[in-house]
């Protein structure tokens, strides 16, 4: 039982090496969550050489302080939706090197403590310097998601009681 990351230090014959690392834990009776890390090929396709590749910017946030956000992975795949990039997220932004053209950034695996983000970003390469954001919110904890149901009961309590004395009159 405890905490453990998983790294890799040698890659598959025709990968490139891994960069992220795989947090994950061993409970008492020795289980644990699936544990996934992914490669990307060696051999992506280029587009034609009188194409230039344009600086991006790739940033991952916190909703509310708006705070680079590690721990998340993320994916950008071409309009054709073939994956381009993939990543984990760290406390700085990723930048990448694109050529022009329509891009989609998703996020496949949420920071610990936050709700994976569904959103599906668009994105158009045009030129250097371009900024791609995307946020998470927390996860409420157990606490505040028992707050809000003891608010949302006394609120429904007091509409009910209040239609019954308008009934009643």
């Known amino acids: 039982p405890g905490n453990y990351t998983l790294t ?3 890659a ?3 990968y490139r090496l891994s ?35 344009f600086k991006v ?3 991952k946030q916190d909703i509310t302080t708006k705070e680079e956000l590690p721990g998340a992975t993320l994916i950008i ?18 930048y990448i090197e694109l050529f022009e053209g329509e891009y989609t950034l998703t996020e496949i695996q949420a920071p610990e403590g ?6 599906v970003v668009k994105f158009t390469v045009a030129g250097d ?3 791609v954001v995307m946020y998470n919110s927390k996860t409420p904890n157990t ?6 149901f003891m608010i949302s009961f006394m609120s429904l309590t007091a509409v009910g009681v209040g239609y019954s004395i308008f009934k009643m009159r």
């Open 8 to 10: 890799e230090t040698i």
């Open 12 to 14: 598959p014959e025709g």
């Open 19 to 53: 960069s992220e690392t795989v947090k994950f834990t061993v409970k008492g009776d020795g289980t644990t969550t699936k544990v996934v890390m992914y490669n990307s090929k060696k051999d992506i396709p280029k587009p034609s050489s009188d194409k230039s590749k």
């Open 57 to 59: 910017e790739i940033s």
């Open 77 to 94: 795949k071409d309009a054709s939706g073939n994956e381009v990039d993939r990543w984990v997220s760290t406390n700085i932004p990723h």
């Open 114 to 119: 936050y709700d994976l983000s569904y959103e």
């Open 129 to 131: 310097n371009e900024k």
């Open 143 to 148: 606490a505040d998601k028992n707050i809000l």
